[in-house]
């Protein structure tokens, strides 16, 4: 029995943050794909920016749209004050999506509320309204059992602040300090100290937490779960088109332009000759850095192509500029923009390698792509993305900082050589190839993720709605 003959609706949740929107819109296209009818309520942010590109009134209208107010002004600088837009978050914008879903309870019968992980307080929004609730884990399930490891057993993490010292957690290679995600460190913003402890505490609440990862990927992790609070993958979730499939239900939110003649660029290159940069869509590096990457970048001799986004505005770091003499000397070599559609380059056969700063969906993009790493992570759970890169996916490298607290130019030009040319070279590929295929054979029929994705469709069926609460669960 297909979705479409037992009238799921899903109503999905998430504040209008780019890396918090994309996952749900993958996640909500697929459903939508699989017959489930969905309704996705993000903030006002997500409303004003699609008017400003003009995407609000042609979007495809499978997914039905509504807004909520995150209790700030549409001009209140979020980044700048994060930590009393959390507070907004947990508090007004919990009030609003109530009411939000009051209305829409009206006329619809939702099956599940999925609520974005580093939302959690919306659980209780779903437990209010009687309806069952699922989280939607978008990191690596690494972090997700490291953080769960972390609030539940703390005695399994000794001192945080020796350098030397060692953590060993089910399913998991050896960790070292340096590997953790910086948002557990005493020294870290104790706004997401706390926020990730309340995700913890919510996971008692839900019936389902679902995964972006790939089972194959992180098995002996997703396994060492399942008797606690099991993650369901369903991943990989990216686009269809990094699986070589269509996209079918058009749908976009866009916040920059890709400058898509790099694309053009990239055909007039040898296959697997050309070294992609970026940095995702925060990093703002430092001068130093720009220095080094630059200096490394021309020294290794290779073709490259690097994304130097500039900072958004309102932003209080000192942001470095690209050397005036790697602008002169670069010409007929490499070339750089300010946004690319990411997804597009790594797919391109001219691609060899990608210098990432291991963020969760580049991280997710290069391995569904196939394309090796050289891996410079700097905080959150990029220092587990990064470890996870070398030391369990093996695809890659990992280029570390020197006494000065920056990568030196001569580590960036020795670690693209490496990667590209090395004697590891050409086992990095072949893992990397492996690894790609494992993540299509996931999404098809009889893989892991499509056999997750159809049992969480079938229990949400089931489940009669305005049950009692979640609670209890
Ligand atoms: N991205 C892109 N164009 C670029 C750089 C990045 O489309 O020029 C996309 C990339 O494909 C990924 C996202 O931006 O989906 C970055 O997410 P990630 O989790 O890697 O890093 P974050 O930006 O959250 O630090």
Redesign the pocket.
């Given at each position: 029995m297909s979705a479409d003959d037992r009238e799921v609706h899903v109503l999905m949740v998430t504040a209008a943050m780019q890396?918090q929107l994309?996952p749900m819109l993958r996640f909500a296209k697929r459903l939508v794909s699989n017959g489930v009818h969905v309704t996705l309520a993000t903030t006002e942010l997500a409303r004003q920016r699609m008017l400003k590109h003009n995407t609000l009134s042609s979007q495809n209208t499978t997914i039905q749209l509504e807004f909520f107010s995150d209790g700030l002004s549409l001009e209140f600088d979020r980044e700048k004050n994060f930590e009393l837009f959390v507070e907004s978050l947990r508090t007004k914008a919990s009030r609003n999506l109530s009411y939000l879903v009051s209305n829409l309870t009206k006329n619809n019968n939702f099956s599940c509320m999925i609520v974005n992980g580093f939302m959690p307080w919306w659980v209780d929004v779903a437990a209010d309204h009687g309806i069952p609730a699922a989280m939607l884990w978008n990191q690596a399930s690494a972090i997700y059992s490291i953080y769960y490891h972390y609030f539940k057993h703390p005695n399994l993490f000794p001192d945080l602040e020796n350098p030397n010292g060692i953590v060993e957690l089910p399913g998991m290679p050896l960790l070292k300090i340096e590997d953790l995600p910086s948002f557990i460190f005493p020294t870290e913003n104790a706004c997401m100290t706390k926020l990730v402890s309340e995700f913890v505490q919510y996971l008692d609440k839900v019936k389902w937490v679902l995964g972006v990862s790939v089972y194959e990927l992180e098995k002996n992790i997703v396994n060492s779960m399942a008797s606690l609070t099991p993650i369901l993958s369903i991943g990989p979730l990216v686009s269809p088109f990094l699986l070589g499939k269509e996209e079918t239900v058009p749908f976009k939110v866009d916040m920059w332009t890709?400058e898509d003649y790099c694309i053009e660029w990239l055909d007039n290159q040898l296959p697997s000759s050309v070294f992609y940069v970026?940095f995702?869509?925060?990093?703002v590096l430092s001068q130093k850095q720009m220095d080094n990457i630059a200096t490394g970048l021309k020294k290794s001799n290779k073709p490259f192509l690097w994304?130097a986004?500039p900072p958004e505005k309102g932003c209080e770091m000192k942001a470095g500029e690209l050397p005036s003499w790697f602008l002169e000397e670069k010409e007929g070599i490499g070339l750089v923009v300010k946004?690319?559609?990411?997804?597009k380059v790594l797919m391109h056969q001219a691609v060899a390698c990608f210098m990432t700063?291991c963020?969760?969906?580049?991280?997710l993009?290069t391995v569904v792509a196939g394309v090796p790493v050289i891996a410079y992570p700097e905080w959150t759970d990029q220092l587990t993305n990064a470890k996870l890169l070398t030391d369990v996916f093996k695809v890659g490298v990992r280029i570390r900082n020197g006494e000065d607290g920056v990568a030196s130019a001569e580590d960036v030009e020795r670690r693209i050589v490496e990667v590209i040319d090395g004697p590891g070279a050409v086992e990095i590929k072949k893992r990397a190839m492996e690894l790609k295929e494992a993540a299509k054979e996931a999404m098809e029929v009889g893989g892991s993720s499509e056999h997750n994705f159809n049992q969480f469709i079938d229990e949400i069926a089931r489940k009669p709605c305005h049950t009692e609460s979640t609670h209890d669960v």
């Amino acid at each position: 029995m297909s979705a479409d003959d037992r009238e799921v609706h899903v109503l999905m949740v998430t504040a209008a943050m780019q890396g918090q929107l994309n996952p749900m819109l993958r996640f909500a296209k697929r459903l939508v794909s699989n017959g489930v009818h969905v309704t996705l309520a993000t903030t006002e942010l997500a409303r004003q920016r699609m008017l400003k590109h003009n995407t609000l009134s042609s979007q495809n209208t499978t997914i039905q749209l509504e807004f909520f107010s995150d209790g700030l002004s549409l001009e209140f600088d979020r980044e700048k004050n994060f930590e009393l837009f959390v507070e907004s978050l947990r508090t007004k914008a919990s009030r609003n999506l109530s009411y939000l879903v009051s209305n829409l309870t009206k006329n619809n019968n939702f099956s599940c509320m999925i609520v974005n992980g580093f939302m959690p307080w919306w659980v209780d929004v779903a437990a209010d309204h009687g309806i069952p609730a699922a989280m939607l884990w978008n990191q690596a399930s690494a972090i997700y059992s490291i953080y769960y490891h972390y609030f539940k057993h703390p005695n399994l993490f000794p001192d945080l602040e020796n350098p030397n010292g060692i953590v060993e957690l089910p399913g998991m290679p050896l960790l070292k300090i340096e590997d953790l995600p910086s948002f557990i460190f005493p020294t870290e913003n104790a706004c997401m100290t706390k926020l990730v402890s309340e995700f913890v505490q919510y996971l008692d609440k839900v019936k389902w937490v679902l995964g972006v990862s790939v089972y194959e990927l992180e098995k002996n992790i997703v396994n060492s779960m399942a008797s606690l609070t099991p993650i369901l993958s369903i991943g990989p979730l990216v686009s269809p088109f990094l699986l070589g499939k269509e996209e079918t239900v058009p749908f976009k939110v866009d916040m920059w332009t890709a400058e898509d003649y790099c694309i053009e660029w990239l055909d007039n290159q040898l296959p697997s000759s050309v070294f992609y940069v970026s940095f995702g869509s925060m990093k703002v590096l430092s001068q130093k850095q720009m220095d080094n990457i630059a200096t490394g970048l021309k020294k290794s001799n290779k073709p490259f192509l690097w994304v130097a986004k500039p900072p958004e505005k309102g932003c209080e770091m000192k942001a470095g500029e690209l050397p005036s003499w790697f602008l002169e000397e670069k010409e007929g070599i490499g070339l750089v923009v300010k946004w690319c559609s990411q997804e597009k380059v790594l797919m391109h056969q001219a691609v060899a390698c990608f210098m990432t700063h291991c963020g969760w969906s580049s991280t997710l993009e290069t391995v569904v792509a196939g394309v090796p790493v050289i891996a410079y992570p700097e905080w959150t759970d990029q220092l587990t993305n990064a470890k996870l890169l070398t030391d369990v996916f093996k695809v890659g490298v990992r280029i570390r900082n020197g006494e000065d607290g920056v990568a030196s130019a001569e580590d960036v030009e020795r670690r693209i050589v490496e990667v590209i040319d090395g004697p590891g070279a050409v086992e990095i590929k072949k893992r990397a190839m492996e690894l790609k295929e494992a993540a299509k054979e996931a999404m098809e029929v009889g893989g892991s993720s499509e056999h997750n994705f159809n049992q969480f469709i079938d229990e949400i069926a089931r489940k009669p709605c305005h049950t009692e609460s979640t609670h209890d669960v």
